[in-house]
């Protein structure tokens, strides 16, 4: 299936096939210099097979993990490619989950100011929200995703068969994306996840429906001026979370979830997220969760938008004073 994002100049295709892979020469033009950014903990047969399809392929593969997401790799790719004298009709593909599509594609946007990249996601949080959008940055001094740029891939291959040698503790993380945009946006999408007796056979269309649903958010509001931010239902107590240290982006997202709901809401999604083995519960100190977020969103003045839902597959955005965040938390 096809899944078409439609920004004016900017437009590209999400390809949704099983086995698309082992075409990937097909809907990528890889006749010219290739760039596979990859890390290690992807099997090597993806970008092997990617490389296979490339007229002057080079697979870069970075250690996995967030801490690869860094200035010092984004400057090392860039001198590889300046080495091997990449031109501005060359290309970058990234093979991997997030953070090989977000260092990846910061290092397209920035590359002889801008080359042409594709994402070729092989995690479930990539597959249902990442790897589209635009979004692309590098961790720097400790913090997230500080240094970026908004720049969009030239397409997106997605494979659920990859899916298969992932972790199952990284297939519940991803899932937790989608259940977020169902959440908000997609009583019905919302059901068929709460419902689904074989994941396996019902992801595909979960990844369409979750891509359906950010890639509409995403063309009414490419920037984050205001409307994308129902994407982050979850993530400011998320964020918090995750900087404990204990959990996967996705279930700290779990755990910011629930703090952001009615009580309706808060029992079906506490079902959906037990039944994937997402966490629910968490020991934390409030004062810890809510001085993060204060220092975290400070700089952007005293208030921040949260989003809040009352009712499955609808959201409304607060904006509260970041002092009150507390409240949520307790
Ligand atoms: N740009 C955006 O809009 C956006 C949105 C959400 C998250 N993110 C970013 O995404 C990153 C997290 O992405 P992620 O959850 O995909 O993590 P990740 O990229 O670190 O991948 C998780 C792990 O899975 C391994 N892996 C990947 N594919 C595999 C496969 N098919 N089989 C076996 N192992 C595989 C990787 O080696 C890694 O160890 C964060 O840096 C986050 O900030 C970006």
Redesign the pocket.
């Known amino acids: 299936m096809i899944l078409p994002i439609n920004l004016g100049e900017q437009s590209y295709d999400i390809v949704i096939e099983r086995g698309a892979l082992d075409k990937i020469g097909s809907y990528l033009n890889l006749n010219r210099k290739v760039l596979i950014l990859t890390?290690?903990?992807?099997?090597k047969e993806?970008s092997e097979k990617v490389l296979s399809f490339c007229k002057e392929g080079y697979i870069y593969t970075i250690p996995?993990?967030?801490k690869?997401?860094c200035f010092d790799n984004y400057r090392d790719i860039l001198g590889f490619m300046v080495e091997k004298a990449f031109t501005r009709t060359d290309c970058v593909v990234c093979v991997?989950?997030?953070?090989?599509?977000?260092l990846g594609?910061f290092v397209a946007a920035s590359y002889m100011r801008g080359i042409d990249f594709y994402n070729v996601?092989?995690?479930?949080?990539?597959q249902v929200?990442?790897?589209?959008?635009?979004?692309?940055?590098i961790?720097f001094q400790g913090v997230?995703?500080i240094i970026g740029a908004f720049y969009q891939p030239k397409k997106v291959v997605i494979d659920s068969d990859?899916?298969?040698?992932?972790?199952k503790r990284?297939v519940s993380?991803?899932l937790c994306?989608a259940i977020k945009m169902a959440c908000t946006c997609d009583k019905e999408l919302f059901e068929k996840i709460e419902s689904s007796q074989d994941l396996e056979r019902d992801i595909d269309e979960i990844i369409a429906r979750s891509l359906k649903i950010k890639g509409d958010v995403v063309e009414k509001d490419p920037k984050e001026k205001g409307l994308r931010k129902v994407?982050n239902f979850g993530h400011t107590i998320g964020h918090a979370v995750e900087s404990q240290g204990d959990y996967?982006?996705?279930e700290s997202v779990s755990i910011g979830m629930l703090k952001m709901c009615s009580q309706e809401v808060k029992t079906r999604l506490e079902g959906v997220l037990k039944k994937y083995s997402l966490p629910t519960k968490m020991e934390y100190d409030a004062s810890v969760l809510a001085d993060f977020i204060k220092k975290d969103k400070k700089a952007r003045g005293e208030y921040i938008t949260v989003i809040y839902v009352q009712r499955v597959g609808e959201f409304e955005m607060r904006d509260i004073l970041i002092d009150d965040i507390k409240k949520y938390l307790n």
């Open positions: 890390d290690s903990g992807v099997p993806y996995q993990g967030e690869s997401k991997g989950g997030g953070v090989c599509g977000d594609g996601p092989t995690t479930l949080l990539s929200d990442s790897s589209i959008g635009g979004k692309v940055a961790d997230k995703n990859t899916l298969k040698t992932l972790d990284q993380a991803g994306e994407l996967l982006h996705g």
